[in-house]
């Protein structure tokens, strides 16, 4: 930014900002307990190098904090969903063929073991494999009872 008018340079600072403020939606939680929130951000693609490395700090900053992210872009029809802790991406699942747009095509809900411990006070990471096993009973039962659309 150095050679820059002052006037860019505090647009692009305000701009900053805006990008990495977070705003709340809703409490999705037990109105007793307030550990649970939502939030919303929505930027430029170009971006989006900045609001990760500012998530990926911000969760290294409270790293038994969980971080479940949902991303998408309906122009390129892609989605997807990651998971955060202590700064580090935990899991994450892609769905970049998508058939129709602004539609999820193959997108797994990563998410359902996670608030599942959450809400049962289970230890972190407790329930992914048994989720992982049940979508893989799931999936191979779809596969033998689909001779119906043969």
């Not at 307030?34 to 990926?56: E, G, M, P, Q």
């Amino acid at each position: 930014m150095r050679g820059q008018p002052e006037g860019e340079i505090i647009k692009a600072l305000e701009d900053l900002k805006e990008l990495l403020e977070f705003k709340p939606v809703d409490n999705p939680g037990h109105q007793s307990e307030d550990k649970v929130r939502r939030f919303n951000a929505s930027f430029r693609d170009r971006l989006s190098d900045i609001a990760w490395s500012h998530i990926l700090e911000v969760s290294d900053s409270f790293p038994v904090t969980i971080f479940l992210i949902d991303y998408y872009d309906q122009q390129w029809s892609y989605t997807g969903k990651i998971v955060i802790r202590g700064g580090e991406v935990v899991q994450e699942v892609f769905d970049g063929d998508k058939r129709s747009q602004g539609l999820d095509w193959a997108l797994l809900d990563i998410f359902a073991p996670f608030r599942a411990e959450y809400f049962a006070e289970q230890e972190f990471g407790s329930l992914w494999r048994p989720w992982l096993e049940a979508v893989m009973t799931a999936a191979t039962r779809l596969l033998k009872d689909d001779s119906i659309f043969d």
